[in-house]
């Protein structure tokens, strides 16, 4: 069973940095573009992060460039998001998402909470 599961999410003072881990399992996932969305209470899902099979091109949102790095490790089969300079309006439920199609994303985690506080 093709699964991604997100760890790392938690509480942090603004200022304060977290990494997201995903696992994937089921597959090799080294193909797929993999990234990052986040919801946050009341708002719609937006795009975080991406990052193609091979590690170049990387996208950002505005909202996090500079802030936020995507990366992966291919051989464990996990993507990370690594956070700095969190901000309280940062905090959302991080989702983890593969494409392997080009066309869309085929897998979702079930996402990991990160909560910062002012």
């Known amino acids: 069973q093709v699964q991604l599961v997100e760890s790392g999410g938690g509480l942090v003072q603004a200022g304060g940095s977290l990494r997201l881990s995903c696992a994937a399992s089921g597959r090799t996932f080294s193909r797929d573009t993999m990234g990052w969305f986040r919801q946050a209470p009341g708002k719609e899902r937006e795009f975080v992060a991406a990052i193609i099979g091979s590690g170049t091109p990387i996208y950002y949102s505005d909202s996090v460039k500079g802030r936020f790095t995507i990366s992966r490790d291919n051989a464990k089969n996990t993507v990370y998001l690594q956070m700095t300079s969190l901000k309280p309006e940062d905090t959302a439920v991080y989702y983890c998402?593969?494409?392997?199609?080009?066309?869309?994303?085929?897998?979702w985690g079930q996402g990991t909470q990160v909560t910062v506080s002012s």
């Open positions: 998402v593969a494409d392997r199609s080009g066309s869309s994303w085929n897998y």
